[in-house]
């Protein structure tokens, strides 16, 4: 059906950096975009950034240009964000998503929170 594991996430201290990771499994990994979101407490759930399957950046979100990077790695069929120079409003539950696996089914990992704090 397709699976996607995060991992990473935790406490960090303004400036600090963190790299979350998606494992994906059950689809043929290559073939689909790679999206990450975020929700922070109170807030909607909003797009981050955005890799498409020839491994471009599509679209990122202006709150993090400059200090997140997104990235794949198909042959182990691994999606990342990086995150550096992070802030108080980058605090969120993380999430990877890919979308209409096998044309029809959304997928989303299972989030990972991300709390900067001083």
């Known amino acids: 059906q397709g699976q996607l594991v995060q991992s990473g996430g935790g406490l960090v201290q303004p400036g600090g950096s963190l790299r979350l990771s998606c494992a994906a499994s059950?689809?043929?990994?290559?073939?689909?975009?790679i999206q990450w979101y975020r929700q922070g407490q109170g807030k909607e759930r909003e797009l981050v950034a955005v890799i498409n399957t020839a491994g471009e950046i599509r679209n990122i979100a202006d709150s993090v240009k400059g200090r997140f990077t997104i990235s794949r790695d198909d042959v182990t069929s691994m999606a990342y964000l990086q995150m550096n120079g992070l802030k108080f409003e980058d605090s969120a539950v993380y999430y990877c998503?890919?979308?209409?696996?096998?044309?029809?089914?959304?997928?989303w990992g299972q989030g990972t929170l991300v709390t900067v704090s001083s």
């Open positions: 059950g689809f043929a990994f290559s073939s689909y975009v």
């Open positions: 998503f890919v979308p209409r696996v096998h044309g029809y089914l959304d997928v």
